[in-house]
């Protein structure tokens, strides 16, 4: 399990500028087993994309079943999975790690926000990961997202740099600031550093790949957006069948 881990995290090392690590999100075994096949070396599972696979609006999925989805997906590839698990479930950093380590899962995206609260004190949230890090060891990859933009912050980029140098001292191996535009890209590798890897949420009016790698992201990500995209693809193909009914 940590063999996995340690691939994953070695990634995200030494990337060139213009090759940023591109991570498909896929929402089950199926759509795994074909990113996989198209040659892709991780995957990063979308908590929203399951969510909707599974039927529960985006951020209402029971930790069972998510748990469950994750180890679905891990079982179906041999490349590395990092797994969004949200918030954490409100579950102890022991019996999280635990859990998660039990889906085959080698890393995690952990938030900083949710719909009730808003954002989380940066210091409790910096303590929370660290308590994650101290029971994985080096068994997960801990990707800390960080909601900034999403929750209109004021000043989101140096709000941004604040929080994710906090939770790279508390053991982060990577730094998300969802929903950063790339225009960001370059003041935010600058706070963070050229060694702290950098995730960045790609969307269909996004520039290229290469083009986000050189602006600083490290590793690309899609949210629940592939899937979105093939339920576009599913509609067509429902209306196509319903023309020719």
Request: negative net charge; contains cysteine.
């Amino acid at each position: 399990m940590s063999e996995r881990a340690l691939a994953l995290r070695a990634l995200h090392r030494d990337r060139a500028a213009g090759d940023p690590l591109v991570l498909p999100g896929p929402w089950d075994a199926a759509s795994a087993a074909a990113f996989e096949e198209a040659g892709f070396p991780a995957l990063a599972t979308p908590s929203a994309g399951i969510a909707r696979v599974l039927g529960y609006e985006d951020g209402s999925t029971p930790a069972d079943e998510m748990f469950a989805q994750v180890a679905r997906i891990v079982r179906a590839v041999s490349v590395p999975v990092t797994a969004d698990l949200e918030g954490g479930y409100g579950l102890a950093p022991k019996e999280f790690v635990e859990r998660v380590l039990r889906t085959g899962a080698a890393g995690v995206n952990l938030e900083d926000s949710d719909d009730r609260r808003g954002m989380r004190d940066a210091h409790e949230h910096a303590d929370w990961l660290a308590a994650v890090r101290a029971e994985a060891g080096n068994a997960l990859f801990v990707n800390a997202r960080v909601d900034v933009y999403l929750r209109d912050v004021p000043a989101p980029a140096t709000a941004a740099v604040t929080r994710s140098l906090r939770y790279a001292a508390a053991g982060a191996d990577c730094v998300y600031p969802i929903l950063a535009p790339a225009a960001d890209l370059p003041a935010l590798r600058a706070g963070v550093g050229e060694a702290l890897p950098l995730n960045f949420l790609a969307q269909k009016d996004s520039p290229p790949f290469p083009e986000l790698g050189r602006l600083g992201a490290t590793r690309i990500t899609f949210g629940p957006g592939l899937l979105l995209r093939t339920l576009d693809h599913v509609r067509s193909l429902a209306e196509e069948l319903r023309g020719g009914a």
